[in-house]
T-cell receptor
Framework: DTEVTQTPKHLVMGMTNKKSLKCEQH?????MYWYKQKAKKPPELMFVYSYEKLSINESVPSRFSPECPNSSLLNLHLHALQPEDSALYLC????????????FGSGTRLTVV | QKEVEQNSGPLSVPEGAIASLNCTYSDRGSQSFFWYRQYSGKSPELIMFIYSNGDKEDGRFTAQLNKASQYVSLLIRDSQPSDSATYLC????????????FGQGTTLQVKP
């Protein structure tokens, strides 16, 4: 299995809702990442988990809360988002560090209304 | 100065031509360099990586790295309309943080 699976593919949520994005990989990768990508912009790093521990938080607002329940799963919990948070949210994984590049999931297209 | 710089394009080439995409980076300690292809509405796909100075070839793709000049390039030979996409240059900086820094991307259009 050489895939990173993200669910849901599309999500529309109100500003008072709570929702979660899910990411799963079975490649034995020990580093997992959340990126945010706005239209016509490059991906921006949000969080890095290394060996199931949060190693980088790029000063992301607390309305985004990551969780890594085990080495295969990564969640992003969303609460009280703003319309400007609408974007493509990408999960990625790598064997360790970023030396071999990432494998990206197909992303979750999030719209906040 | 941006950490990773690319010309946003669009770069337009005729079918069958060589497309040349360029990228410069600011961190001299950078160790690993990647090219991702991203089709509109899709996620980035890794197509090439290079660690050492010189050229690396994979099919129609050649990555070139010059650490002294802090320059990475991607050549696409025999360009096809299906190569039309945004190409993202990504650099792993010094230190083993796992963080990749992406350039703004270059949009390539291959015209039949």
């Amino acid at each position: 299995d050489t895939e990173v699976t993200q669910t849901p593919k599309h999500l529309v949520m109100g500003m008072t809702n709570k929702k979660s994005l899910k990411c799963e990989q079975h490649m034995g990768h020990r580093a997992m990442y959340w990126y945010k990508q706005k239209a016509k912009k490059p991906p921006e790093l949000m969080f890095v988990y290394s060996y199931e521990k949060l190693s980088i938080n790029e000063s992301v607002p607390s309305r985004f809360s990551p969780e890594c329940p085990n080495s295969s799963l990564l969640n992003l919990h969303l609460h009280a988002l703003q319309p400007e948070d609408s974007a493509l949210y990408l999960c990625a994984s790598s064997p360790s560090g970023g030396h071999y590049g990432y494998t990206f999931g197909s992303g979750t297209r999030l719209t906040v209304v | 100065q941006k950490e990773v710089e690319q010309n946003s394009g669009p770069l337009s080439v005729p079918e069958g031509a060589i497309a040349s995409l360029n990228c410069t980076y600011s961190d001299r300690g950078s160790q690993s360099f990647f090219w991702y292809r991203q089709y509109s509405g899709k996620s980035p796909e890794l197509i090439m990586f290079i660690y050492s100075n010189g050229d690396k070839e994979d099919g129609r793709f050649t990555a070139q790295l010059n650490k002294a000049s802090q320059y990475v390039s991607l050549l696409i030979r025999d360009s096809q309309p299906s190569d039309s996409a945004t190409y993202l240059c990504a650099v792993q900086g010094s230190g083993n943080t796992g963080k990749l820094i992406f350039g703004q991307g270059t949009t390539l259009q291959v015209k039949p």
